[in-house]
């Protein structure tokens, strides 16, 4: 089994905050993070896949398609975009980097087969910086 990671980077902003707590609880939660007007990142997003190499091509997959099905599906709808107002998803979860997380791979699960049909390869995971301190990771 041979496991390749494509690196992506988009920016966008956002606001953690949740209707479920006061203004002061969403404050001591989020901290910084809550500031009323957002504030913005240049996330750096990871996907791997997993499979068998194809003997002919001696690749696991073609990075242009992977590619195009990243672009489509993520950064399209984020890159340079208010995530709270912009990304549909958000509109019911407060977007965390590990919600972005479950976000991107939700979206890119949705479309797999129709870029990568049968050929056995599977997402193996996410992993996303959103600072040099923070990282989120998902394995599928």
């Known amino acids: 089994m041979t496991r390749l990671t494509r690196r992506y980077r ?56 992977l590619d195009k099905l990243v672009a489509g599906r993520v950064i399209r709808d984020m890159d340079h975009r208010d995530l709270n107002g912009d990304v549909v998803e958000f509109a019911r979860l407060v977007p965390t980097t590990e919600n972005l997380a479950e976000v991107v791979r939700s979206r890119l699960k949705a479309a797999w087969a129709g870029t990568f049909g049968a050929s056995g390869v599977e997402l193996d995971g996410i992993r996303i910086r959103e600072t040099g301190k923070n990282i989120v990771e998902l394995r599928s």
């Open 10 to 65: 988009f920016s966008a902003s956002h606001r953690l905050h949740t209707a479920s707590l006061t203004e002061e609880g969403n404050r001591e939660l989020y901290g910084k993070c809550n500031y009323p007007y957002g504030h913005g990142h240049n996330y750096e997003l990871e996907v791997s896949v997993r499979g068998n190499v194809d003997p002919s091509s001696g690749m696991l997959v073609r990075v242009e398609d």
